[in-house]
Structures are given as C-alpha cells and as structure tokens.
C-alpha cells in the first residue's frame, strides 16, 4: 500500500516521522487535516471510494459516474458514464481491476460490471441482479466476486466468465448489507439490515455462528490473520469479536458508516457519522481512540493509505456531492526555501508563489492594484491580507487573527459544507458552525496559543492562560452557489489573560509573525504580510499595514485617549448629534411658541381694529373742531401701529431662553456614552492611524531579518500614506 515516492512525498514523510516523534499529550488534535478535493465534472452525491493496492490511484463512484484520479495529484485520470447510481466500487487484491455495482434500470439489471484498470476501460463483463446491489467483495485470489441477491442472500460470481458459483441463501430475513471475506479466503461473514451477522465455510455453508446486533449492520470485516473481526452498525455499536466468536470489546458512536483494519492489524479505522461527523482511530485491542479527524461535511464511505509506519498518510472521504476530501499532512510547497526575490516573505519566490503579495487573490486573478504603473501580483489588497486585531481591557488581551482561503479552496468548502447536515443547496448557519467547529477542533490550538504566546511580548507583565475559538468572518452563508469568487475568511478569537492589570500607555511588541499551525485550514491561506490594528477600552486605535515580515518586530503603543473639552455650545451641539430625539421636545416648543405669538398677534388686530372704531367715533363727535385735530387723529394711528410692531418683536425675542434650558441635560448623557464609544469597530476604522515616519521603512526584495524597532504611534495619518507604501514595495520589488 504504498506509493511511489516522489520528492515531496519524502518531505511528507519527514513530516509524518516529525508528527509520531511530537507527544500528542498534548490536548486532542488531528495530526492531518484538509488537503484538498478531488473534481469530477457533471458529477454529484459522491458515495463509495476506493484505493488502488499501491495507493497511487483512486476510484469512486457518484451518482452515474465512476472516476479515477491520481491519489497524490487528485488530477482526474478517467471517468466512465453509468446508467445510474453506482453504490460501491472495490480494487481487485492485485489492482489490476476495478469491481463497481449501481442501481438497475427497467432496461438493464446487469448491476454488477467491471473496469479493466490497465486500459482504463469499461470489460463487457456484467452480472444481473434484480436488487440493488449495496457492495462488491473480491476473493483473496481475485477469482470469485461476492454480491447481494434478491434472495436476501449472496451470489458468489466467476470472474471468468460471471457466471454464479454459488449462493449463499437461507440465513437473512432482511437485505445484505455487509459481506466480508476472511484474509485466508476460507470463511466469509454476512451482515444484514436487522442486526443478524453470519459465518460461512469456504463452500458456502453456514457455519451455525450466528451474532445478532442491536441495528442495521454497516460494515463486518476480518482481520489479515482471520484471529479477529470487527462489527459497525448504523447506531454507532462498534464491537470485535474473536474468530471463535467470543466478544472482544465494544463501545457505542453516533452513527456508524464504515471501517478499516490497519495492515497490521494494530488499529481500527471507523467513519462515525451523525452530528459531529469525523473519522476515529482505535487500538483494535480495546477500542482505545488514538486519532481523530473531524469532518465539516457529510461523509458515506472513506479509504486510507497508509505510510511505511503503518500509520494513515491520507485518508479520502466521498461527501456526497461532487468530491472526495482528502486529509493528510501538508507538503511543503515547491520552491520553498530556494533563493530568490519573495515579496511576501513566505520562503516561497515570487518565481513560485502563486500569490505574491499574500492577499488570497492568486497572482494570475491579481488585478488589485492603484495604478497602471503597479503589477497588481505584487500590490497587495489589505483587505484580504492576514489580519489581527487586537483588543486589550483590564484585564484580557483578546486577538482576533484572520486569514483568507484562495476562491476556489473557499468554493469547494461551500460545497462540501453544504449537504454535511441537511440535504439541501443551502448553506445554513448550523453548517458554517459545524465547519468553524471542526477547524479549532482538527488543529493543535496549544501550539497556536504559544505561537502567538511566544511572539507578543508586553512591556510590563505578561500573557497567561490562553484559549482559542474559531468562527467564519464571512464567505459561507448566504452565497449562492454558483458564486464561485467569494472568498472564505476564517478567524481564530485568541483570548489571553494579563498578569497584571491594564495601564496606559499600554506597549508591546510584536516580535515577529506566527505561521500556520500544523494540521490548521490556516495552512491553506497565505499569512503574510499582516494588517494589523490594535486599541484598548481607553486609547484610540493604532494601525499599521501592511506589517512585512521583512520589517521585523513592531512596537505597538496604545495611549489613553482624553476626551477633548467641548465648548458649552460644542456639547448642545454634540447632544442633539448623539440624540436626535431631543431636536422634538425643541421643536415642540418652537411650535408651541409660534401658534402663541400668531395668537396674540390676532388678538392685537381685533384691540387695535376696536381702538380704531372708538377714535373715529370720537373725530366724528369732534368734527366741529378745528382741522389742525384732524392731523392729529392721524398722528395718533400712525403712534398705535409703531406700537403694534414694537409690541411683536419684543414676544419673539423673549423665546430663546427656555430653549437653552431644554438643551442642558443633553451635555450630561453624552458623558456617559462616552466609554463604549472608543471601543466601537466604527470608530476604529475611522481612527486608524499609521505612522508615516515609519512607512519609509520598505521591504527589499530579498528578506533580511530586520533588526530595527519600528515604533507605531497613534500619530494621525490617512490610508494613502498606505497606499503609497504598498506602491514603493511594488516598485522597489519591480
Ligand atoms: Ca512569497
Ligand atoms: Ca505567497
Ligand atoms: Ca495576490
């Protein structure tokens, strides 16, 4: 079961001797995660898998396709078109062939048929069923093939010729759905749908062991040595027995789905499914978990390969859609290490990097850039960079590190999450949820606490404890699927605790940037340059970005941030901004103030129009008087209309106090809103600020170690001064 060894398969093994010589005391993890997926165009509800003996190739079967594909490269070697289903799919023991049965037709029951491995060609070589055949077994020497029936029993099949040899009949009152043959090729065991496994001689006859379990048997199968066998059933009871049929060990999972013997019979692999779906690894001696990996997607079937330890080096998951997952260690990628310009300091050349400038857009998609003098490959978008935030109170030191998956790894996890707990195109908040679980779940987060642990160092004090939790920032629910650009950002909320209470100014020093962690889904993203922003309950924020890894450690002070004395007016003004609600009680008054002055002014018409009717009276009773009075009524009208107008303006003039009055509480609530208000994500970004003395400071296109301080102050600036940093690199770079 061993693979070729190209030249990053021998780093993988370095790897793998690297990972069995590592304690694994240390809190649970996998020691391999996500790699990749396998594609087969127009295919989807990926079920059944398989490895080649020599581990080099893989099969598996989908709703009307089997494919083949590389098992190292996952490149699609074949696929073949099938009528329907294909429900499993199993290597001949000399690999030479590839057994697979599907659903029949009303047309055609030949379910069982046969792919020549060597031409990668379909064989005319069929055998009919008239039930849906839900597995394929070879005998030891490839000669016979064992089938369900409708018989509720077995066909034993003749390659050479498909002809049956002979039925193994009378045992199961339900539906096969486990056969196994014994590794010495003289016995077989058959499981059934209520529980019920049998033994059978090499010739077909029952051999009066019986075993009953409490549920639908999953998987049954031999040891190598035929000493042992081992029972999964859909409830999740996993059991091995002696040959002679005595009860070994048990212990119950969630759901059971399928399970393999390691080649040297020392472990057992079982696919648990259900909510928390993963693959265990067991002593095969008392069942003892020894590994895990968890699964953020539906998981039907698994195959493994295993290293020259005997220990699994890749396990392939068939997911019910469109790919098989793989799980393994990482390689190291090509180019790493070697001498040349590398932007992004990764140890990856710009001559082979795929994304220079480490922004998750892959240098041939790259087209973030501000002008057209810039390569946009080596202008990074800091949008999509790493980012950390960092955020201090009294008495915690809370990091939020957040990487971003490339678009067509963050594409294939939408579509693996999207079946893995309901069955629908949706991609639901349970599921983005299950996908953040299993990543904090799969990585080593002690070894990712003291990798930022290691690097943050304060100037008074220290950080204690550590814990880690992983969430989805964005990309995973509500994009369509067939959004294939929308990029997944995932972010690890590192919370640590200080030694000594928060004081400002607040300094520390980020000596240098962590990698990803083994067996993190952060190894798929790119981790450097860093944007990085940090503020505490009492100072403003302070950014700084891009951090190149070139510009060695940086100093980060957070100062307290003193509220600038708002004049009296300033404050009424700020008030009735924090509270508009405060403008109706004014506003309310306003109108209540007019309609009393136009009020009042109707009332002064109807005394003046009064007024006016007495005088005339009055000139009328004096008309006999000289004409020199007559003057003088005049003289009087105009004085009472002065009077009128004198009268108006004085009533408005006296509104303006018991508005002041209104306005006053308003200074004393915006005091207290004070506080939340440094804190606010809003506020931050508007605030962030760079120190342009230190933006001089360029990466050169060979990394060096720098070994200057770089102090970041919160010395205001704005996001050109950015920009024109990230210009410089390019240029330089270029
Ligand atoms: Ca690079
Ligand atoms: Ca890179
Ligand atoms: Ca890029």
Redesign the pocket.
Known sequence: MFASFSKSKLILCFFMVFIFVTPTSAGEYSDIAYLDSTSTPSATESRTTDIHPNGNILASGYDGYVAIHDADTLELIQRFEIENDVLDVEFSPDGSKLAFTRSGTSADTDTTQIIDVDSMSLMDKEHGSSTQPLMVKWSVDGNLLAVPNSNKGVDVVRFSDMQVERTLNGEHNTRVTCISYSTLGNYMLTGDETGRVVMWDSDGNPTGKVWAMDSKIEECSFDSTDERFAVLTTEGELSTWTFAGGNIANISLEKGSALHWSSDNNLIHVLEAGSTPRILTVQSTDLEKTGVIYLAHQALDFSLKENEFGTREMVYVATNTGHISVYGAKAIPEGYGESGSDLDGDNIPDSYD??????????T??K?CQSVNQL??????ISTIRSIEINVNSTSFILRDTFTLDSETSSIMRNLSRKSLIADAQLSQFEENLFAQSICQNMNTNHFISSWKNVIQLSAGQLVDGHVDCEVESGMTLVAQIDYNTRIAVTFVLVFNLSEALSHPFEFTLKSQPTATDSSLAQHA?MHPIDVTATSTKSSSVYWSPWWVIEGELILTLEEEREEELSFFGKIIAGIIDYPILLLPILAFFVVGIVGIIRRMNSIDLDFDEDDEDELKESIDEEDDTESDEENIEFIDDKSENAEEKSVRRKVRRKPKPEVEIETPVIARRKARNIPNVDGPITKVKRRRLDSGISSQQPTAKPVKASKRKVVTTKKNTREVKTRKVVKNTEKDD
């Open positions: 795929r994304d220079d400038d480490g922004d998750s857009i892959i240098d998609l790259d973030n946009c490959s080596k202008s990074p978008d790119e």
